[in-house]
């Protein structure tokens, strides 16, 4: 009868930097006050979420954190469980391992739940790569579609970055993808031939970071810059 009247505990959204830089050099202190507050877990990766929790907060002991992993492994039967804390009363934090957690990124599934569970979501203020580069582009912030990744077989791929090029020109929409690090180069010489010369691309790597690089030009343009985008995070837009 007691646990009924029991109030439960919030379900926050943490998001986390987007390199290796200082966390409070672009993270607000709210997400050092939670994280402080908080023992109870739900991350992509449990090494790296302990290393971003001890950065933010030293004297944390990590021996008490409860860690729940969420990734591609993860059974879906299993999610639920997640958040039994929540229902017995104690907060719980969904760490992103880059930017804002269920924004192309694990979570999502959890934060349905929360809401069918009645149990409050907080999503908290932090770096976004997807937002932060459409500021910085100068294409439309009031009409903007994400992609998430291209199909891996060229000839799809082809097709797909004409039909968003397309897309951008007929609903005056600037379109948003990324790739896996590693592809970024190829992308990139995909983009140029795939891509009419007077299309405007915006490529923008290491958001935040010392070697942070946004540029927007017109595809001719780009066919003549060198670039080396291996390994390093980015994200493309294009408008027609």
């Known amino acids: 009868m007691e646990s009924n009247n029991i109030q ?3 379900l926050y959204l943490i998001p986390t930097t987007l390199g290796e830089n200082e966390p409070l050099e672009v993270l607000p202190i709210s997400i050092k006050r939670v994280i402080e507050a908080v023992d109870h877990y739900i991350v992509e ?8 929790i001890k950065k933010i907060s030293p004297r944390k002991s ?3 954190l409860h860690i729940e992993v969420l990734n591609k492994y993860t059974e879906a039967e299993s999610i639920p469980s997640f958040l039994t804390p929540c229902e017995e009363g104690l907060n719980v934090g969904i760490l992103s391992e880059a930017g804002c957690p269920g924004i192309a990124d694990p979570g999502a599934d959890v934060v349905r739940i929360a809401h069918q569970k009645n149990i409050q979501v907080v999503p908290l203020v932090g770096p976004s790569s997807i937002l932060l580069a459409l500021m910085a582009s100068g294409f ?6 994400f992609n998430g990744y291209l199909p891996i077989d060229a000839s799809e791929r082809k097709k797909a970055i004409k039909s968003l090029e397309r897309k951008s020109i007929d609903l005056r929409q600037s379109q948003i993808f990324i ?3 590693y592809r970024n180069d190829k992308l ?3 983009l140029t031939k795939t891509l009419a010369d007077h299309t405007q691309l915006c490529i923008a790597c290491d958001i ?5 690089f946004i540029r927007t030009q017109s595809v001719s343009e780009w066919q003549k810059t060198s ?3 291996n390994k390093r995070p980015a994200i493309f837009i294009i408008q027609g």
């Open 8 to 10: 439960k505990g919030k």
């Open 45 to 52: 990766n449990e090494k790296s979420a302990r290393r971003f």
């Open 62 to 64: 990590q021996p008490g």
């Open 140 to 145: 439309n912030g009031q009409n903007f579609a």
């Open 179 to 181: 790739e896996t690090p």
């Open 188 to 190: 990139f010489k995909e």
């Open 208 to 212: 935040t970071l010392p070697t942070e």
């Open 227 to 229: 670039m080396d985008l």
